[in-house]
């Protein structure tokens, strides 16, 4: 191995153990536990739909999903729900008209919830769709889960125990931000004795105790953890506030609403909103004054929101975040972000080899087959081993 491939990748194990980092998560890193991307995810509600749900909610979800984009989601979906329920409430009659059916308010507020039970059922029970390979479809259920926990137990063992190794009395706690509904990352967090903070206070039931705008508490956890996009365990009660329960629990009273971005409620208009809380400190993480990282994997790069977020900071003079993107190619977003002016501080770490900023790709694959280090389990090895033994 050359000098300059060492030293760049001397440069990425030591941004990977940066006193002052956070970790971005997206469907990618969850996928071998048994739990589907978001493709297979809408399919699955819509069979659940077919099946379980009411004559009409297949054919709403059919039309609303023929007025979207090609690669659209569950997610936008249910956002474009959101919207014609905020039409419906403003109109006269108020109702809204998909194609030959009518859905009143409470009608769409209904499908919306029923959507939701669907989308949690399959992340805790799990699903593996038919794949190219000829791997037949699994279906988890309540008495029979597919769900594992294994891959993301030992990314939180690698990242706490070997790439912390001596810095962890005077290192931060990380903030593990994931746009993941599933609780694998607070389970392994719990089963291997790391603490952390999740906004929550409690013990199995826990209220929602952080708001928009508070500070993150300093109280020595190893980790926080930040959903952006909510949780299977997250419920709006009664008396409008929310709850982190155990699955089957009867208490405490529910609204029957499970808190899955994004949320067609007025409730979520106000500061109590809980998504736009966790953007504040998401936008506060990549705004810090000193130096920082923030590392994605199984993030795909789809959600223009956070890519807007990154992106901004990025670009202010003053910021001093550096972006580690663990993808299995460039994407649109990435080659803008390593060409800009930013660019030094953007690394790609792909099937292809690692690019720092304009330059690249470094430690390319000496076979045909493409490498494997953006990989969660990759990235795990990389925390254990480092960089170096990755490219071996």
Not at 250 to 272: D, F, G, H
Not at 332 to 356: A, F, H, M, N, Q
Request: hydrophobic share 40%; glycine share 8%.
């Amino acid at each position: 191995m050359n000098p300059a491939a060492k030293d760049i990748l001397a440069q990425l194990d030591n941004l990977l153990a940066a006193s002052n980092q956070s970790w971005l998560f997206g469907a990618g890193i969850s996928l071998d536990a048994g739990i589907p991307l978001m493709e297979p995810l809408t399919d699955r509600v819509f069979t659940k739909a077919k099946k379980e749900g009411e004559s009409n909610d297949i054919k709403v979800l059919e039309f609303v999903k023929s007025q979207l984009s090609v690669d659209s989601h569950i997610e936008h979906i249910l956002s474009q729900l959101g919207d014609h329920r905020a039409i419906a409430d403003r109109s006269k009659n108020k109702s809204v008209t998909f194609d030959s059916v009518i859905l009143s308010v409470a009608e769409l507020d209904k499908l919306h919830q029923k959507i939701l039970i669907w989308i949690a059922e399959t992340i805790r029970w799990g699903y593996k769709p038919t794949n190219p390979s000829g791997d037949l479809e699994v279906i988890g259920t309540p008495t029979d889960r597919i769900v594992v926990i294994d891959h993301h137990s030992a990314f939180v063992s690698a990242l706490f125990n070997r790439s912390q190794l001596g810095i962890a009395e005077r290192r931060r706690a990380v903030r593990l931000f994931t746009t993941n509904y599933d609780t694998l990352i607070e389970d392994a967090l719990a089963l291997g004795g790391f603490s952390y903070w999740d906004g929550f206070s409690g013990g199995a039931v826990a209220y929602r105790s952080h708001r928009y705008g508070d500070e993150e508490p300093n109280t020595g956890d190893r980790a926080h953890v930040i959903k952006l996009h909510g949780s299977i365990d997250w419920h709006l009660g009664e008396d409008d506030r929310i709850w982190r329960v155990r699955d089957g629990d009867l208490y405490p009273k529910r609204a029957s609403r499970v808190l899955i971005y994004p949320q067609s409620t007025k409730y979520l208009a106000t500061q109590r909103d809980p998504f736009a809380a966790q953007f504040d400190l998401f936008r506060r993480a990549l705004s810090a004054r000193e130096e920082n990282v923030l590392a994605t994997c199984g993030y795909s790069f789809g959600d223009e929101h956070i890519n807007q977020e990154i992106e901004l900071a990025l670009q202010r003079p003053e910021n001093k975040t550096t972006v580690l993107a663990f993808a299995p190619s460039l994407n649109s977003t990435l080659e803008r972000w390593r060409t800009g002016p930013w660019g030094k501080r953007v690394y790609v770490i792909t099937g292809d080899g690692l690019y720092v900023g304009a330059d690249g790709p470094h430690s390319p694959p000496t076979a045909q087959a493409k490498r494997d280090w953006w990989t969660f389990a990759g990235v795990t090895k990389m925390l254990n081993s480092g960089a170096e033994a990755s490219v071996l």
